[in-house]
């Protein structure tokens, strides 16, 4: 049935957008997800103090205090769990004191440095035709502002209600890749389904490659060059063994919906002091993108096979070591893919398909595939997880973000018939 008065007021209020579109409700009988929600106003408040606070990675004390205290208002049982000194996740928890399934809504409350180029106060947010300008709204201020939105509502519905749903605000996603999401799965955390609200601009995710990242070393001696024959350069004992490595080397199967992969990527080389001295140090660190089938422990032993029969695991007297990047600095990452018929990812489709009249797509998204999320940590916890969020790719961690405020409308509005269709009572 169409949108409510006010709903469709609202829409008229922002027309000036070139992708707003009238929003169909259908709502679901026993759980009423009304059209009037989210209140325009409340979610451009919330989404404005996430905007507000400068949350790059290993700063996210002050955004966890505030999305603590927002968690507590709406009546949420508040979890803190600290993984480093003043890096927390932040869980909200809402018991319905019925049986029933354990839905987690997951994203991260980190950001990537802001970059270079605003035109205005990177954290002073503000709408504008039609859209909410703040920093890192699309990567993802804007989906965890929905989501907090979403629980509020469901919390006043609490009644209709069976099983719990969680919000994990988890901390270290965009510097370590999942630190907090696998602290707050070993912590005994656990969830029947669960929707993580990376962008997709709205389409279902349904699968993205896994992240192996390693550490290549050799080691030499620092001498002259006058005193060469005094040890090795560990930068040239290095040198070959990068050479020896490539996708070449890895072994696979093919997948249809990750193309063009694997890939194996030498993104940092560093080692020595000066032109004239030999290195007593050289390091690489290789990323590698997988596809299903492929380990962090299988592509390291590629890596070391294709080092040893190029013959430059060791190059006068040097010796070349690769090792897997361990946590706390890194997260490795396992080829995330969920089936179509799961339960979150039927929910999830509905519920879009119920309020914009139209099928959304389902399936993997391009460049999102290359890309690692928490999805991945997720889903290897035996979680069935699907990714949807509002917010661009192509607009994420640029100078003016911004995002168009019916995107959001429309998130909260799906994460929480999405969560009425696998939580409402019967």
Known sequence: MPASLRFQRWIAAFSKHSNLREVQIVPRPNVDIPASFPNPDKIIAIVSSLCAHSSVSGTEGKIGDWVASEMARIGLAVTRQEVLPGRANIIGTLETGRLGPTLLFNGHIDTLPVPEGYSHPPFEPFVANGRLYGAEINNMKGAVGAMIAAMEILHDRRDRLCGRIILSAVMAECDTLGLGTLHLIESGLSADLAINGEPTDLRVMTCHVGVTQIRMKASGVSVHVCRKAEGPNAIHALIPALAAIGEHCLSYVPHQDFPDLP???????????????????????????????MTPESVLADIRAAVEKAGAATTNGSSVTAELIARPDFCQQHPFHVERGEP?????????????????????????????????????????????????VEEINVADESM????????????ARAAAKICGRQ
């Open 263 to 293: 890939n194996l990527n030498i993104g940092q080389v560093s080692g020595g002091t000066l032109a004239s001295m030999h290195a007593d140090r050289a390091e690489a660190l290789v990323d590698v993108r997988t596809v299903p089938g």
């Open 404 to 415: 168009a405020l019916l995107d959001l409308m429309t998130a909260a509005q799906v994460y």
């Open 344 to 392: 979150v990812v039927r929910a999830v489709a509905e519920a879009h398909r119920e309020l914009a009249g139209a099928e959304p797509y389902i399936g993997p998204l391009y460049p999102q595939v290359y890309f690692g999320t928490d999805a991945s940590h997720l889903g290897r916890a035996g979680i069935p997880t699907v990714i949807y969020g509002p917010g661009k």
